[in-house]
């Protein structure tokens, strides 16, 4: 066996030296880091350049109120320009989710929208007009008691004395009122002076809706009934409360008094079975249609069980002027036991009142008794320009139906002639102003006096009203309401020429009367046309 001649420490040095050899490891490593760590910066780069920056955010175009609607029959005027927007800083939270709305454009220049459905390019479906009216405040609200003309007979002074003194030349001679009956306030008048004489040369009473003649005079039953219902009425209304009218209607802090007033009045109504004939209803209705909810309500119950046709107009202008949904919904459920033929003219008379609400209430009372007679005075009605707008009358002036109010205790003379003596039926007191009115007036035998058989004007209703500085005077008083004819001045027809104006195609009485055709017709005349009302 041949023995090997190599050092053996020789040996361990080439053996070492094959396996690793760390410097060139070490540089290796170094070169790979640097490649890597390169690759990467690259790549953060090259995606930085590629993304898009955000763009700022667009501005949001201010929106703007529509524009209020022009009044119907104006001149209409191009639309104005529309403004740049306004830039904001806030970008919406909604812009990287909702694209933006494509822009609208339009081919003409756009007109402000005005509440007309036929300047309208897309038909819009006009809604059912409510009849119902809800609060009774939207009726009569103080607005509008404030804004109605309100007439005086005694505007043009002393003229109420002149008549009565006149007609009673006792009274001129009467020590109570000596001191304010002045030889100039009691001259002697022409033979032929009368009420509706001062009224027709008064341009502040032109139009008022006078009845003279035979048409002013109560009928013999009339006056009967009358003379029994007044004292009595009035009796117990001076018993209940000393005519304290200030608790009518009162604060919750009278309430206690009002109910027991209330009370005794009812129960006197109530006992008085023989005033439930149609004679007696039109004197009930006129003396008790101030008075409170309570007693209204127990008139109601009254005209209720009475037979016949006076009985049937009072409780239509119930539910045509009365203040109180429960008095007129009481007042529509006792017509419909009753006749339509009896009342059907006094609820289609409400459709051509000029307060809307009223033909409202009109369309309310025909379609709860399903007056199906009603339909061809309602069809008649469609054609009717608007009572609220001024008309060309048969004389040849522009006139208009203007409501107005007078005091009640103020103008006793300008609805009534003036006695002449004891002898006239149903003597009425005429209270001074500036003197207190006395507790049982109707039964005062000094003073002035009318007769309330003869009446010259009826108002279509009555309210109670604060009055201030009523001095002596109860601080609420009785207004009465009518509408007269009133001519238009030269200014106001001047105004209407230059405006331009046109007739408005419908207004809210024919809506009234429309809401009635549909709720009385069937579907088929709305087809053909029949009542009016088109397909």
């Known amino acids: 066996m041949a023995i090997s001649t190599v050092d053996p420490s020789a040996r361990n040095d080439i053996e070492l030296g094959s396996v690793t050899h760390w410097p060139a490891v070490y540089a290796a490593a170094g070169v790979g880091a640097f490649l890597v760590v390169g690759l990467a910066a690259f790549g953060v780069l090259a995606l930085t350049q590629a993304a898009p920056a955000p763009r700022a955010a667009e501005p949001l175009a201010e929106i703007r109120p529509a524009p209020p609607p022009r ?22 939270l909604w812009k990287a989710l909702v694209p933006p709305p494509a822009p609208v454009s339009f081919p003409v220049a756009v007109k402000p929208v005005v509440n007309r ?3 309208i390019s897309v038909p819009i479906p006009i809604p059912v007009p409510v009849a119902v009216v809800q609060a009774n405040g939207t009726l009569f609200s103080s607005d509008l008691k404030a804004s109605v003309r309100l007439i005086d007979f005694d505007k043009e002074e002393a003229v109420s004395l002149k008549l009565l003194v006149n007609a009673d030349h006792r009274s001129a001679f009467d020590d109570q009122y000596d001191a304010l009956a002045s030889p100039e306030k009691i001259a002697l008048l022409d033979g032929r002076e009368s009420v509706v004489s001062f009224i027709a040369r008064r341009s502040d009473l032109a139009g008022l809706p006078v009845r003279d003649g035979p048409e002013s005079r109560a009928s013999e039953k009339a006056v009967k009934c009358l003379q029994e219902l007044s004292p009595v009425i ?8 000393r005519l304290n009218r200030d608790d009518r209607d009162a604060a919750s802090a009278n309430e206690s008094k009002v109910r027991a007033r209330d009370q005794s009045l009812i129960h006197m109504l109530d006992g008085r079975k023989e005033w439930l004939k149609d004679e007696y209803s039109l004197g009930l209705a006129q003396m008790l249609c101030v008075e409170t909810i309570p007693v209204r309500l127990q008139l109601t119950k009254m005209l209720n069980a009475t037979k016949g046709p006076n009985a049937s107009v009072a409780l239509a202008r119930q539910t045509l002027f009365d203040l109180s949904p429960l008095v007129r919904q009481a007042a529509i459920e006792a017509l419909t036991a009753r006749p339509r033929e009896e009342y059907r003219l006094a609820l289609i008379d409400g459709f051509r009142y000029p307060l809307p609400p009223v033909a409202d209430r009109a369309a309310e009372a025909l379609t709860a008794v399903d007056d199906r007679g009603a339909v061809a005075d309602l069809v008649k009605l469609l054609d009717r320009p608007d009572p609220a707008a001024p008309v060309f009358s048969e004389q040849k002036k522009w006139v208009v139906a203007e409501m107005v109010k007078a005091n009640h205790l103020r103008n006793c003379v300008l609805c009534h002639a003036p006695s002449g003596g004891e002898k006239d039926p149903i003597r009425g007191f005429v209270p001074r102003p500036g003197q207190k009115i006395p507790v049982a007036y109707y039964a005062q035998r000094r003073g002035e006096f009318v007769r309330a058989d003869v009446t010259y004007l009826r108002q279509d209703f009555s309210l109670m009203e604060d009055v201030p500085d009523p001095g002596v005077w109860p601080a609420r008083q009785r207004f009465d309401y009518m509408v007269r004819q009133r001519e238009l001045t030269d200014q106001e027809i001047i105004d209407m020429v230059d405006s331009g104006a046109e007739l408005a195609k419908s207004y809210p009485q024919r809506e009234a009367v429309r809401f009635a055709l549909e709720k009385l017709t069937t579907p088929d005349h709305h087809a053909v046309g029949a009542v009016g009302l088109g397909p």
């Open 71 to 92: 009044p119907v029959g104006a001149a209409t005027r191009a639309a104005a320009p529309i403004l740049a927007a306004k830039p904001t800083s806030e970008a919406p």
């Open 117 to 119: 459905p036929d300047l």
């Open 234 to 241: 009035r009796t117990e209304q001076a018993r209940a409360d």
